[in-house]
Nanobody, 121 residues
Framework: QVQLVESGGGLGQPGGSLRLSCAAS????????MGWYRQAPGKQRELVAS???????NYADSVKGRFTISRDNTKNTVYLQMNSLKSEDTAVYYC???????????????WGQGTQVTVSS
């Protein structure tokens, strides 16, 4: 089994910063892409940022220039540095990883439990 555990959410002020972390543990042979999604009340889950195993990144237009995704392959961890926070960033943030648990097993998507980010003064 593969588990993703997120941390770092909470209350942030407009214009402030927060950093999210997501660590994978369990049976892991290899991890391909990693990403962060978010879901605000009454809205669909949306991609915030993603990063490939080669380090190529992709961002939603709404967070470009403010958020930075990074990964530490030695720790099976993905990060999301969120700067210049806005009230519209308020949502539950989920990490996602495409994992190959064992060498003779195919790839599958795994999700974290979600962490609440609230931006308010």
């Amino acid at each position: 089994q593969v588990q993703l555990v997120e941390s770092g959410g909470g209350l942030g002020q407009p214009g402030g910063s927060l950093r999210l972390s997501c660590a994978a543990s369990g049976s892991i042979f290899r991890i391909n892409a990693m990403g962060w999604y978010r879901q605000a009340p009454g809205k669909q889950r949306e991609l915030v940022a993603s990063i490939t195993s080669d380090g190529n990144t992709n961002y939603a237009d709404s967070v470009k220039g403010r958020f930075t995704i990074s990964r530490d392959n030695t720790k099976n961890t993905v990060y999301l540095q969120m700067n210049s926070l806005k009230s519209e960033d308020t949502a539950v943030y989920y990490c996602n990883m495409r994992v190959r648990p064992r060498v003779f097993v195919g790839w599958d998507d795994y999700w974290g439990q979600g962490t609440q980010v609230t931006v308010s003064s």
